[in-house]
């Protein structure tokens, strides 16, 4: 089993647990980027799935232009078809509002998978001014992907000065040399010039081509319950 070849993390219980990226983002649309980079991912650490976290909110991006959360949900389902990837909503239905809580609460309710935190290096290079951010670090393992522009400051954050310790190289990471969080790697990635930004400026009616009557999250299988306040990073 891919997921087999992985020890890292507090998070990795037993060696025969499914292994499963955690990847969030607002998803303002999904696009193919979001699905390439996850493939990507998924490859290189062995994954058997990903769950993209769509949030219902996050204080560090603006809320002008965000699509409701079932809208952006629909899109990241229909990205992530015929692909081993499942878009979901849980942290609606979990009410958690901080990322350590969101990943705390996965951890608990999936006690039979293993988990590995994927971010970009735009999110590493903010990543100090997470809630107890330390403290994601110590729930699970942490994948970064390589952003052109983003690498250099991600590389300099306070955060990466504190995470330096635990850095893997990729082979390690997914061989299991790392078995106790925090760890972390960098996954180089060949650049994807498509952005959710670009593709609200040349279709600023895209959220009205989704429908979202009757839509169930990927992971719970349940009915999309009505939004309510979104999660902060």
């Avoid at 878009?87 to 996965?106: K, M, N, P, S």
Wanted: glycine fraction near 8%.
């Amino acid at each position: 089993m891919a997921g087999a070849r992985c020890g890292a993390g507090a998070a990795l219980k037993s060696p025969a647990a499914p292994l499963t990226g955690l990847f969030g983002g607002s998803f303002n649309p999904a696009h193919g980027g979001h699905r390439r980079v996850s493939l990507f991912a998924l490859e290189a650490l062995g994954l058997d799935e990903v769950w993209w976290l769509v949030s219902p909110g996050n204080v560090l991006k603006p809320a002008a232009g965000m699509a409701p959360l079932p809208v952006r949900l629909a899109s990241a389902r229909v990205q992530a078809r015929n692909a081993p990837i499942r878009a979901t909503a849980i942290e609606r239905e979990l009410g958690t509002r901080f990322t350590v809580d969101t990943l705390r609460a996965i951890a608990r309710r999936y006690p039979k998978r293993r988990f590995v935190w994927i971010m970009g290096a735009d999110n590493l290079a903010q990543f100090h001014r997470w809630k107890h951010w330390r403290m994601i670090a110590q729930e699970m393992p942490i994948a970064v992907i390589a952003r052109p522009g983003y690498d250099a400051p991600a590389l300099a954050s306070p955060a990466m000065a504190w995470l330096r310790r635990w850095r893997q190289r990729p082979g390690q990471f997914v061989s299991g040399a790392m078995r106790s969080a925090p760890a972390l790697t960098f996954l180089r990635f060949d650049p994807d010039p498509r952005s959710a930004s670009a593709i609200r400026a040349a279709d600023p009616e895209w959220a009205g081509r989704f429908g979202t009557a009757s839509l169930r999250d990927a992971v719970t299988h349940r009915l999309l319950p009505p939004l309510v306040s979104g999660r902060k990073s």
